[in-house]
């Protein structure tokens, strides 16, 4: 089977009009760092015509905010392990030196 990969397009014009060139280019330096099974691996990260983009491991089971809209609440065994799993990723990010500063459902994936 072929590998799949989720992959994160970003506007060139957009992200030059908003000021997020800078912002990008630190993302994917600390995406290349992060080497840890609770964060979703950056495979490569190109620019094509009048995109960047972020090519990341696939996570086959969508994010969490989906998956609370679509199932409801999670049974408290599943909230446990998605909340430890998060912990340990951030423990992670924070120690490598950087700070996570948009966790919210739709940024983790399952």
Not at 13 to 18: G, S, V, Y
Not at 61 to 66: I, K
Request: net charge positive; glycine share 6%; with cysteine.
């Amino acid at each position: 089977a072929w590998p799949e990969y989720a992959a994160k397009v970003i506007s060139r014009q957009l992200m030059t009009e908003l000021g997020y060139e800078a912002a990008v280019r630190r993302e994917i330096a600390i995406l290349r760092q992060l080497k840890h099974v609770a964060i979703a691996r950056l495979v490569a990260s190109f620019r094509w015509r009048s995109d960047v983009y972020l090519l990341l491991e696939y996570a086959s089971r969508g994010d969490l905010h989906s998956t609370i809209r679509r199932v409801g609440s999670l049974a408290t065994p599943n909230a446990r392990f998605i909340t430890a799993e998060v912990c340990v990723g951030l423990r992670h990010v924070h120690s490598s030196g950087y700070a996570f500063g948009d966790l919210k459902p739709e940024n983790i994936l399952l």
